[in-house]
Protein backbone atom coordinates (compact mmCIF):
# COMPACT_ATOMS: atom_id res chain seq x y z
CA UNK A 1 0.00 0.00 0.00
CA UNK A 2 1.29 3.85 -0.73
CA UNK A 3 2.11 5.98 2.42
CA UNK A 4 2.02 9.40 2.14
CA UNK A 5 4.51 11.43 4.69
CA UNK A 6 4.09 14.73 5.79
CA UNK A 7 7.26 15.58 8.19
CA UNK A 8 6.48 19.03 9.35
CA UNK A 9 3.10 19.52 11.46
CA UNK A 10 3.46 23.05 11.45
CA UNK A 11 5.15 25.55 9.50
CA UNK A 12 5.40 29.57 9.64
CA UNK A 13 6.30 32.30 7.09
CA UNK A 14 6.54 36.05 7.15
CA UNK A 15 4.45 37.58 4.98
CA UNK A 16 5.89 38.37 1.33
CA UNK A 17 8.92 34.94 1.89
CA UNK A 18 9.22 31.87 0.13
CA UNK A 19 8.30 28.82 2.48
CA UNK A 20 8.69 24.46 1.38
CA UNK A 21 6.16 22.48 2.55
CA UNK A 22 7.89 18.37 2.04
CA UNK A 23 6.22 15.57 1.65
CA UNK A 24 7.64 11.87 1.05
CA UNK A 25 5.89 8.66 -0.33
CA UNK A 26 6.52 5.39 -0.73
CA UNK A 27 5.10 3.24 -4.17
CA UNK A 28 5.80 0.55 -6.32
CA UNK A 29 4.39 1.96 -9.22
CA UNK A 30 6.09 3.94 -12.06
CA UNK A 31 2.70 5.69 -12.77
CA UNK A 32 0.42 7.94 -10.23
CA UNK A 33 -0.13 11.49 -9.65
CA UNK A 34 0.61 13.32 -6.66
CA UNK A 35 -1.27 16.08 -5.30
CA UNK A 36 -0.89 19.61 -2.57
CA UNK A 37 -4.82 20.63 -0.89
CA UNK A 38 -5.09 23.55 0.62
CA UNK A 39 -7.64 23.11 3.56
CA UNK A 40 -8.69 26.58 5.19
CA UNK A 41 -10.43 27.25 8.05
CA UNK A 42 -13.68 26.89 6.79
CA UNK A 43 -12.35 23.70 5.64
CA UNK A 44 -13.29 23.85 2.11
CA UNK A 45 -10.58 21.45 0.10
CA UNK A 46 -9.01 23.21 -2.62
CA UNK A 47 -6.79 21.83 -5.30
CA UNK A 48 -3.23 23.98 -5.07
CA UNK A 49 -1.81 21.67 -7.79
CA UNK A 50 -1.53 18.49 -9.68
CA UNK A 51 1.81 16.37 -11.01
CA UNK A 52 1.70 13.41 -12.80
CA UNK A 53 4.34 11.12 -12.76
CA UNK A 54 5.28 10.57 -15.80
CA UNK A 55 6.24 14.32 -16.56
CA UNK A 56 9.82 14.98 -15.55
CA UNK A 57 8.40 18.77 -15.81
CA UNK A 58 7.48 20.35 -11.97
CA UNK A 59 4.03 21.61 -12.24
CA UNK A 60 3.58 25.40 -11.07
CA UNK A 61 0.55 27.49 -10.46
CA UNK A 62 0.89 31.30 -10.03
CA UNK A 63 2.89 31.34 -6.74
CA UNK A 64 2.76 27.68 -5.66
CA UNK A 65 5.48 25.25 -7.58
CA UNK A 66 6.79 21.67 -6.51
CA UNK A 67 10.14 20.01 -6.55
CA UNK A 68 9.08 16.43 -7.49
CA UNK A 69 11.63 13.91 -7.84
CA UNK A 70 10.52 10.82 -8.87
CA UNK A 71 13.74 8.85 -8.01
CA UNK A 72 14.08 10.50 -3.97
CA UNK A 73 9.70 9.86 -4.10
CA UNK A 74 9.66 13.32 -3.33
CA UNK A 75 7.40 16.08 -3.84
CA UNK A 76 7.68 19.49 -1.91
CA UNK A 77 5.59 22.11 -2.42
CA UNK A 78 6.73 26.13 -2.61
CA UNK A 79 4.92 28.71 -2.46
CA UNK A 80 6.75 32.50 -3.04
CA UNK A 81 5.65 35.61 -1.90
CA UNK A 82 3.31 34.34 1.12
CA UNK A 83 0.12 36.14 1.26
CA UNK A 84 -2.09 36.26 4.40
CA UNK A 85 -4.99 33.91 2.87
CA UNK A 86 -2.74 31.45 2.18
CA UNK A 87 -2.42 29.94 6.03
CA UNK A 88 -4.46 26.77 5.79
CA UNK A 89 -3.52 23.17 6.51
CA UNK A 90 -1.80 21.99 3.67
CA UNK A 91 -2.23 17.65 2.19
CA UNK A 92 0.21 15.96 0.40
CA UNK A 93 -1.58 13.36 -2.04
CA UNK A 94 -0.94 9.98 -3.97
CA UNK A 95 -3.42 8.67 -6.56
CA UNK A 96 -2.41 5.64 -8.51
CA UNK A 97 -2.90 5.97 -11.95
CA UNK A 98 -5.63 3.05 -12.18
CA UNK A 99 -6.84 3.80 -8.80
CA UNK A 100 -10.52 4.36 -9.59
CA UNK A 101 -9.30 8.78 -7.97
CA UNK A 102 -8.80 7.13 -4.98
CA UNK A 103 -6.69 9.43 -3.08
CA UNK A 104 -3.84 8.62 -0.01
CA UNK A 105 -3.16 11.88 2.05
CA UNK A 106 -0.63 12.95 4.08
CA UNK A 107 -1.17 14.03 7.46
CA UNK A 108 -0.74 17.39 6.67
CA UNK A 109 1.44 20.53 7.41
CA UNK A 110 -0.36 23.21 9.24
CA UNK A 111 0.91 26.90 7.78
CA UNK A 112 1.02 29.89 9.51
CA UNK A 113 1.59 33.29 7.49
CA UNK A 114 2.88 36.30 10.40
CA UNK A 115 2.04 39.40 8.83
CA UNK B 1 -13.04 22.81 -11.89
CA UNK B 2 -16.46 21.48 -11.02
CA UNK B 3 -18.48 22.14 -8.02
CA UNK B 4 -19.94 19.40 -5.60
CA UNK B 5 -22.47 20.42 -2.99
CA UNK B 6 -22.75 18.64 0.42
CA UNK B 7 -26.12 19.00 2.19
CA UNK B 8 -26.28 19.85 5.07
CA UNK B 9 -23.50 22.10 6.46
CA UNK B 10 -24.27 20.76 9.65
CA UNK B 11 -26.01 19.20 11.98
CA UNK B 12 -26.67 18.28 15.23
CA UNK B 13 -28.82 14.99 16.05
CA UNK B 14 -29.89 13.20 19.47
CA UNK B 15 -28.13 10.16 19.86
CA UNK B 16 -29.49 7.46 18.77
CA UNK B 17 -31.49 8.45 15.54
CA UNK B 18 -29.89 8.47 12.34
CA UNK B 19 -28.80 11.14 9.81
CA UNK B 20 -28.83 11.63 6.79
CA UNK B 21 -25.95 14.03 4.08
CA UNK B 22 -26.21 14.05 0.73
CA UNK B 23 -23.06 14.79 -2.13
CA UNK B 24 -24.49 16.21 -5.48
CA UNK B 25 -22.49 16.22 -8.64
CA UNK B 26 -23.66 20.13 -10.07
CA UNK B 27 -22.39 20.22 -13.17
CA UNK B 28 -20.76 16.96 -14.49
CA UNK B 29 -21.92 13.33 -13.87
CA UNK B 30 -20.03 11.62 -10.88
CA UNK B 31 -18.87 7.64 -11.82
CA UNK B 32 -17.63 7.65 -8.53
CA UNK B 33 -17.69 9.43 -5.01
CA UNK B 34 -15.81 8.81 -1.86
CA UNK B 35 -16.79 9.79 1.56
CA UNK B 36 -14.23 10.56 3.92
CA UNK B 37 -14.20 11.08 8.22
CA UNK B 38 -12.05 14.06 9.21
CA UNK B 39 -11.20 14.24 13.23
CA UNK B 40 -10.14 17.63 14.47
CA UNK B 41 -6.27 18.89 13.47
CA UNK B 42 -6.20 15.31 11.67
CA UNK B 43 -5.61 14.09 7.99
CA UNK B 44 -8.70 12.82 6.33
CA UNK B 45 -9.64 9.25 6.64
CA UNK B 46 -11.24 7.62 3.80
CA UNK B 47 -14.54 5.76 4.58
CA UNK B 48 -15.88 3.89 1.23
CA UNK B 49 -15.97 4.51 -2.34
CA UNK B 50 -18.88 4.51 -3.72
CA UNK B 51 -19.65 4.08 -7.78
CA UNK B 52 -22.95 4.78 -9.37
CA UNK B 53 -24.95 1.91 -9.50
CA UNK B 54 -23.17 0.05 -7.41
CA UNK B 55 -22.83 -1.29 -3.46
CA UNK B 56 -20.10 0.56 -1.80
CA UNK B 57 -16.88 -0.51 -0.72
CA UNK B 58 -15.94 0.20 2.35
CA UNK B 59 -12.28 0.73 3.73
CA UNK B 60 -10.88 -1.83 6.65
CA UNK B 61 -12.60 -0.94 10.04
CA UNK B 62 -15.99 0.98 8.59
CA UNK B 63 -18.60 -0.23 9.67
CA UNK B 64 -21.27 -0.83 6.77
CA UNK B 65 -24.40 -0.98 9.12
CA UNK B 66 -23.77 2.08 10.57
CA UNK B 67 -22.79 4.34 7.27
CA UNK B 68 -24.75 3.33 4.98
CA UNK B 69 -24.26 4.79 1.62
CA UNK B 70 -25.98 4.81 -1.44
CA UNK B 71 -25.12 6.17 -4.96
CA UNK B 72 -28.38 5.84 -7.08
CA UNK B 73 -27.71 8.35 -9.82
CA UNK B 74 -24.72 9.75 -11.26
CA UNK B 75 -25.76 13.09 -9.60
CA UNK B 76 -26.21 12.14 -5.77
CA UNK B 77 -24.80 10.05 -3.22
CA UNK B 78 -25.89 9.97 0.39
CA UNK B 79 -24.18 9.32 3.57
CA UNK B 80 -26.63 7.79 6.22
CA UNK B 81 -25.11 7.53 9.82
CA UNK B 82 -27.21 5.14 11.59
CA UNK B 83 -28.34 5.10 15.47
CA UNK B 84 -25.49 8.18 15.99
CA UNK B 85 -23.48 7.69 19.06
CA UNK B 86 -21.31 10.98 20.79
CA UNK B 87 -18.42 9.41 19.11
CA UNK B 88 -20.07 9.58 15.34
CA UNK B 89 -19.38 13.33 15.90
CA UNK B 90 -17.04 14.43 13.05
CA UNK B 91 -16.48 16.40 9.80
CA UNK B 92 -17.66 14.15 6.70
CA UNK B 93 -16.58 15.11 3.44
CA UNK B 94 -17.26 13.71 0.17
CA UNK B 95 -15.78 14.49 -3.43
CA UNK B 96 -16.93 13.01 -6.48
CA UNK B 97 -15.08 11.93 -10.12
CA UNK B 98 -16.28 11.35 -13.27
CA UNK B 99 -15.11 10.43 -16.99
CA UNK B 100 -12.97 12.67 -18.34
CA UNK B 101 -11.76 14.11 -14.91
CA UNK B 102 -8.62 13.82 -13.95
CA UNK B 103 -9.39 14.73 -10.12
CA UNK B 104 -11.50 14.25 -7.82
CA UNK B 105 -13.96 17.67 -6.57
CA UNK B 106 -14.85 18.12 -2.99
CA UNK B 107 -17.37 18.81 -1.16
CA UNK B 108 -18.01 21.54 1.60
CA UNK B 109 -17.97 18.88 4.29
CA UNK B 110 -20.90 17.98 6.85
CA UNK B 111 -19.76 18.95 10.37
CA UNK B 112 -22.13 16.52 12.85
CA UNK B 113 -22.51 16.47 16.51
CA UNK B 114 -24.61 14.06 18.42
CA UNK B 115 -25.78 14.61 21.60
Known amino acids: AQTVTQSQPEMSVQEAETVTLSCTYD???????LFWYKQPPSRQMILVIR??????QNATENRFSVNFQKAAKSFSLKISDSQLGDAAMYFCAYRSEGSNYKLTFGKGTLLTVNP | GAVVSQHPSWVICKSGTSVKIECRSLDFQATTMFWYRQFPKQSLMLMAT?????????EQGVEKDKFLINHASLTLSTLTVTSAHPEDSSFYIC???????????FGQGTRLTVV
Open chain 1, 51 to 56: QEAYKQ
Open chain 2, 95 to 105: SATGAGNTEAF
Open chain 2, 50 to 58: SNEGSKATY
Open chain 1, 27 to 33: TSESDYY
